[in-house]
């Protein structure tokens, strides 16, 4: 599947017009059956290996990844995501984080969203720069569902997500507030994170 995809993707490159690109992309996706043949597809679509100063490919890609969002159910999508998530045997495709930020923009699914962005906590995501950008936006875009999973980072990493003094008061704000309710609910966190946050440990 994924070598008739990096075929395709070059063949329909050479359409240089949007419609007609479009076109060629949506004749292709009409042949796909199945809700597995679906998932397959979009897996192997996110994990083509091309860079963003290759142009006309890497929007071909990213057109063809919208197109499947309008055309395939929310589930297809979301189920290719984990899949290529849970992959630990190849690294994370530069295109996760695209991919993601653009079926939340589509389908608002915030909780699967969430869920996706702690795996990629496990994942070690910070590891990988270009991904760990999208990570970040994506993490600042779902507030204040995401402080699940921003209070599951390395500290370390927490601490450097926001460097605008702005930005990062209004987090540290979001995450305080997460922090006193999950506190009263009886659970406890590292003392670097509540000194962090200005919180008396003893509260």
């Known amino acids: 599947m994924e070598k008739y995809v990096s075929t395709l993707l070059i063949f329909v490159t050479k359409d240089k017009k949007k419609k007609?690109?479009?076109?060629?992309i949506k004749s292709f996706l009409s042949h796909v059956s199945g809700s597995s043949n679906a998932v397959?597809?979009?897996?192997?679509l996110i994990r083509v290996d091309v860079d963003s100063s290759a142009k006309e490919l890497f929007k071909t890609i990213c057109d063809t990844l919208k197109l499947c969002l309008k055309q395939f159910e929310p589930h297809i999508v979301g189920n290719a995501l984990r899949r290529v998530i849970n992959d630990t045997n190849r690294e994370l495709p530069l295109l996760l984080l695209r991919t993601i930020l653009m079926f939340y923009k589509r389908?608002?699914?915030?909780?699967?969203?969430?869920?996706?962005l702690r795996k990629l906590v496990d994942r070690?995501?910070?590891?990988?720069?270009r991904l760990w950008e999208?990570?970040?936006i994506l993490l600042r875009t779902l507030l204040p569902d995401s402080c699940s999973v921003c209070v599951s980072l390395p500290f370390e990493r927490l601490q450097v997500l926001?460097?605008?003094?702005?930005?990062?008061?209004a987090l540290m704000n979001h995450i305080r507030n997460y922090v006193n309710v999950?506190?009263?609910?009886g659970e406890t966190f590292g003392p670097d994170l509540m000194s962090w946050?200005?919180?008396?440990?003893?509260e």
């Open 107 to 116: 389908h608002s699914l915030k909780l699967q969203v969430v869920e996706m």
């Open 197 to 202: 946050l200005g919180v008396a440990s003893s």
């Open 162 to 169: 926001e460097t605008d003094p702005a930005s990062r008061d």
């Open 124 to 129: 070690q995501v910070w590891s990988r720069p």
């Open 40 to 44: 397959n597809l979009v897996c192997s």
């Open 20 to 24: 007609k690109r479009n076109a060629s």
């Open 134 to 136: 999208g990570f970040k």
């Open 182 to 185: 999950k506190r009263g609910n």
